[in-house]
């Protein structure tokens, strides 16, 4: 993603770096809902091969939640650092 350009006539440093932080707030609330909805195997009796798929799927998912925070992020950090500058 191209980051912002900090100017005199966009929105200051401190707003757009506040958003991702509350962006990143959100997302970090869905990883600790999706915790909590682990596939367990008790929930796939005679199945253990689905539940390893689903249980795949899930981390799977987890993981590319994390990875949209980290970029947030790295655009909070750039936006900071430009502001700085």
Known sequence: MINPTIN???????Y???????AMDCLNDAIEALAR????GRDYPGD???CIADRETHFIRIQAIKAISEAIYAEAIAIQEGANK
């Open 8 to 14: 005199l006539n966009g929105s200051d440093a401190a």
């Open 16 to 22: 757009l770096v506040n958003h991702r932080r509350q």
């Open 37 to 40: 909805v682990v596939p367990h």
């Open 48 to 50: 253990y091969d689905r």
